[in-house]
């Protein structure tokens, strides 16, 4: 076991949080296709992956926490969904070329990944994408650099792809309204 997945095995284990879908997903579930099989990478206990199944999408769930993954599968199985789980260190090598219809991705950057995820995608496919930003109202989510996004990072990052939508609201205008610690991004391959 590694660091990493002692320390999101014990995040989870901890958590009473249920599974919640990301804002960007759940605020344009409408785009997604009727048919298709998806992937929530990173995906914790799984909120993203069950709003896709219950979309009638074929779902794969990553993490490197089985901890995690546990908690997915107790709640697709509670609501009869099927959805297939993967234990792994994600890397570019477990991402294979034109595989999936949709990829969601949740609170969570290794920048390293970006052109594996978009050959992932199929021609036509949907990336889903909310994580957190540099440029944000409190401490929520990560301190470190490295997991934040500059500002309109995601835009640069995913350029390949037509952008669907793009949400970065920083700390503009009324900062009591909106999410304004992440940027959300859908993109079309």
């Known amino acids: 076991m590694t660091d990493l ?69 107790q709640q697709a199985a509670e609501k009869g969904l099927s959805i297939t789980t993967q234990q792994c260190h994600i890397s570019a090598e477990t991402l294979t070329n034109q595989t999936f219809d949709v990829i969601v991705i949740s609170r969570f950057l290794d920048r390293t990944l ?37 500002n309109n990072e995601l835009l640069r990052l995913f350029s390949p792809l037509s952008i669907v939508f793009y949400q970065e609201y920083a700390k503009l205008g009324d900062v009591r309204f909106g999410n304004r610690n992440e940027a959300c991004f859908i993109g079309q391959k």
Not at 122 to 136: A, S
Request: aromatic share 8%; proline share 6%.
């Open 5 to 73: 997945q002692s320390k999101w095995d014990a995040i989870y284990r901890d958590s009473a949080a249920s599974p919640a879908p990301a804002e960007v997903l759940a605020q344009h579930r409408y785009l997604l296709p009727k048919q298709g099989k998806a992937l929530e990478l990173a995906c914790g206990i799984g909120g993203n992956a069950i709003l896709l199944a219950e979309s009638g999408l074929a779902v794969d769930a990553w993490d490197i926490s089985s901890v995690g993954l546990g908690i997915l599968q």
């Open 114 to 150: 970006c052109n594996a995820i978009m050959a992932a995608l199929k021609p036509g496919g949907l990336l889903f994408y909310q994580t957190f930003t540099r440029n944000k109202l409190d401490q929520q989510g990560p301190s470190n650099p490295e997991y934040l996004l500059a």
